[in-house]
């Protein structure tokens, strides 16, 4: 459903404070990013109410599978579906319909279209640092090894794990999982990094958050 479609559905006999917004664009979503601009409408139930509903249908990095997307309030029902067809546009559409939609308009499309994925800072081969957790706590044991490497991660997840500290990697693949980049680090353990996020992947050279150089 977009706003035209919308405007046939609804009846202006119900609740006048309900509108919609909607967007369309072209052009891949990072699956984190879209991830967390969900978790800012609709992490917390005093902004998550305003939204009777969401839906969507999204191409994401490192995929060849739309991204369908289903919300009501707090309730998320997200997931992959079938291919898209060859030589079929993938243009990303998505409908917000709730209270005061057309108030959120400027902030919703700005947020969404943060999402999309825009040429890589680094590539393949680059030498890098990475923000990783401290890998003897924290492993993603639910992947086990991959390709005779254990595989850890640099993003933050739900649960609290460890330290972080930056460490020394090469770039050895793009979109890899949906992730932006995964970084073979000196000691050979490989690290998924979500998003071209300087809080998370940067330059050999960069300083680091403390305002110290790399080694």
């Given at each position: 459903?977009?706003?035209?479609?919308?405007?046939?559905?609804?009846?202006?006999?119900?609740?006048?404070?309900?509108?919609?917004?909607?967007?369309?664009?072209?052009?891949?979503?990072?699956?984190?990013?879209?991830?967390?601009?969900?978790?800012?409408?609709?992490?917390?139930?005093?902004?998550?109410?305003?939204?009777?509903?969401?839906?969507?249908?999204?191409?994401?990095?490192?995929?060849?599978?739309?991204?369908?997307?289903?919300?009501?309030?707090?309730?998320?029902?997200?997931?992959?579906?079938?291919?898209?067809?060859?030589?079929?546009?993938?243009?990303?559409?998505?409908?917000?319909?709730?209270?005061?939609?057309?108030?959120?308009?400027?902030?919703?499309?700005?947020?969404?279209?943060?999402?999309?994925?825009?040429?890589?800072?680094?590539?393949?081969?680059?030498?890098?640092?990475?923000?990783?957790?401290?890998?003897?706590?924290?492993?993603?044991?639910?992947?086990?090894n991959h390709e005779g490497?254990?595989?850890?991660?640099?993003?933050?997840?739900?649960?609290?794990?460890?330290?972080?500290?930056?460490?020394?990697?090469?770039?050895?693949?793009?979109?890899?999982?949906?992730?932006?980049?995964?970084?073979?680090?000196?000691?050979?353990?490989?690290?998924?990094?979500?998003?071209?996020?300087?809080?998370?992947?940067?330059?050999?050279?960069?300083s680091d958050p403390a305002?110290?150089?790399?080694?």
């Amino acid at each position: 459903m977009d706003e035209e479609d919308f405007t046939k559905f609804y009846q202006p006999k119900m609740d006048r404070s309900v509108s919609n917004v909607g967007v369309r664009c072209s052009g891949a979503v990072n699956l984190f990013a879209f991830q967390a601009f969900l978790d800012k409408y609709l992490g917390e139930e005093d902004t998550a109410k305003d939204f009777l509903r969401i839906k969507g249908v999204l191409e994401i990095a490192g995929s060849d599978s739309k991204y369908v997307v289903q919300c009501v309030h707090m309730v998320r029902t997200t997931g992959f579906s079938e291919n898209w067809e060859e030589g079929q546009p993938r243009e990303n559409r998505i409908i917000f319909i709730g209270r005061g939609m057309q108030g959120r308009r400027q902030c919703l499309t700005a947020d969404f279209e943060s999402c999309m994925v825009t040429p890589l800072c680094f590539s393949l081969g680059d030498e890098v640092r990475v923000q990783v957790h401290d890998e003897s706590e924290c492993l993603e044991n639910d992947h086990g090894n991959h390709e005779g490497h254990s595989l850890g991660h640099s993003h933050e997840h739900t649960h609290h794990c460890g330290q972080t500290a930056w460490r020394e990697g090469v770039v050895v693949r793009h979109w890899d999982e949906k992730n932006a980049y995964r970084v073979k680090l000196l000691d050979e353990t490989e690290v998924l990094v979500p998003m071209d996020d300087r809080r998370l992947i940067r330059g050999i050279q960069d300083s680091d958050p403390a305002g110290h150089s790399a080694h």
